[in-house]
């Protein structure tokens, strides 16, 4: 867990001068009476397809067809689709015929380490995601701490810099590295790390991405989700989890869909209504046995129990 430290009075009102990180507070989320929350969107995040191993402008008109809105896939996809030599405008073309929006994409750089050597390659590895994502139409990346998951814990003064250090980097490409949550890591484990981070960096882009699976794993809960809105967090990873294993050692691969575990997901989501609503929940899910199934029975359980579980009260 990242060493809180003490954030200044100083700092926390920069973020509210800048109107970015700041969108994390309550206070910025006054709820207008008889105004009615926008309602959620529905994406699919791709590492649940993963185990079906199909490129991505194979897996698009299946997603499509299931009633997803949007798509988040994975850098390496990306990857994959321009070494075979195509454009990804052609991709982003096809992704527009099917009406999907591209609203993240899920990368590893490991731009937060502590040794500089591999920090500087990772955020030269961040360069060429960004660029690659500019050219497929997107404006957000995950930013998870991959390569600071263990020792040494990295202290928030350290952590901010850093994130800062990234997204002004987005600044030139237009895209916003979103901080995301990992239950398992030592840094940025916590949702009280990643908020504290997105205070101090003091940037107005700053924001991140939560999931339901690591606000348990980290330990956070979920009340918290009361204080964002959804500028703050307009991506959010929705799944569900087990009574068991115990959280100690459950994993990502013990992930279930929406309303198979005991998650509170009516409490949740109606956090995520309280802030004006309109995030966009996208399903990530790395259960192997769904990977024994059929991908169209995948694609359409998921976006079932997703629905069902807004529409419960």
């Known amino acids: ?64 067809k299931a009633g997803y809105q949007a798509v988040e896939p994975w850098v390496s996809e990306l990857t994959d689709y321009t070494k075979a030599g195509r454009p990804l405008r052609d991709l982003r073309k096809r992704m527009a015929d099917l009406g999907l929006t591209v609203e993240s994409a899920i990368g590893f750089s490991k731009w937060i380490a502590e040794e500089e050597k591999v920090r500087a390659e990772g955020i030269e590895q961040l360069k060429r995601e960004m660029d690659l994502l500019s050219q497929l139409g997107a404006t957000r990346i995950a930013a998870p701490p991959a390569g600071a998951t263990g020792e040494p814990e990295i202290h928030l003064k350290k952590a901010a810099e850093r994130y800062r250090a990234i997204l002004e980097l987005g600044d030139s490409f237009g895209i916003v590295p979103l901080l995301e949550l990992w239950g398992f890591s030592r840094n940025l484990g916590r949702l009280a790390d990643v908020l504290s981070v997105l205070l ?15 606000l348990y794993k980290g330990g956070s809960g979920f009340e918290g989700l009361r204080l964002l809105s959804a500028g703050c967090m307009p991506v959010f990873h929705l799944n569900d989890y087990p009574a068991q294993p115990e959280r100690e050692k459950i994993s990502d691969a013990d992930r279930v869909f929406p309303g198979d575990g005991v998650a509170p997901l009516s409490s949740i989501l109606n956090s995520l209504r309280a802030s004006g609503g309109g995030q966009v929940l996208s399903l990530e899910l790395f259960n192997r046995s769904y990977w024994q199934k059929d991908v169209r029975w995948v694609l359409a359980t998921g976006i079932e129990k997703m629905k069902a579980a807004v529409r419960r009260p």
């Open 1 to 64: 867990m990242i060493d809180m430290g003490r954030i200044s009075r100083r700092a926390m009102m920069a973020s509210v001068g800048t109107g970015g990180a700041a969108t994390a507070l309550a206070a910025s989320r006054t709820v207008v009476p008889g105004l009615k929350p926008q309602p959620f969107r529905f994406c699919l995040n791709t590492g649940t397809l993963r185990g079906f191993k199909l490129p991505l402008d194979q897996q698009l008109p299946l997603i499509a």
């Open 200 to 214: 101090e960096c003091s940037h107005p882009k700053a924001g991140l991405i939560a999931d339901v699976y690591h």
